[in-house]
Nanobody, 124 residues
Framework: QVQLIESGGGLVQAGGSLRLSCAAS????????MAWFRRAPGGVRDFVAS????????YYADSVKGRFTISRDNAKNTAYLQMNSLKPEDTAVYYC?????????????????WGQGTQVTVSS
């Protein structure tokens, strides 16, 4: 069982930056692919970014490519999402997810564990 807890959300002006953190319980964090998804108000859950369990591969949605960076620190059992040049359309609840020995799938149904989400609001 893995528990995921996101933090780092908040209110920021357009063009600003935030770093989200996803702290995981358990001793096998390094065996999990980690991903970030988001759900905008009234919208569906969308893929944002992912990293394979080995850390060698990363994937990004076209809408965030070049602005967001996913990373992980296995010693701290934590995944991160650095978000730069934020836009109002990035406003959403952001969720982290974990997939055992995953490659970093874009599909949410592949992920076994989910956090509770953290709100990111970007004002114009």
């Amino acid at each position: 069982q893995v528990q995921l807890i996101e933090s780092g959300g908040g209110l920021v002006q357009a063009g600003g930056s935030l770093r989200l953190s996803c702290a995981a319980s358990g001793r096998t964090f390094s065996s999990y692919a980690m991903a970030w998804f988001r759900r905008a108000p009234g919208g569906v859950r969308d893929f944002v970014a992912s990293m394979s369990w080995s850390g060698q591969d990363t994937y990004y949605a076209d809408s965030v490519k070049g602005r967001f960076t996913i990373s992980r620190d296995n010693a701290k059992n934590t995944a991160y999402l650095q978000m730069n040049s934020l836009k109002p359309e990035d406003t959403a609840v952001y969720y982290c997810a974990a997939d055992y020995l995953g490659w970093g799938d874009y599909a949410g149904y592949e992920y076994d564990y989910w956090g509770q989400g953290t709100q990111v609001t970007v004002s114009s």
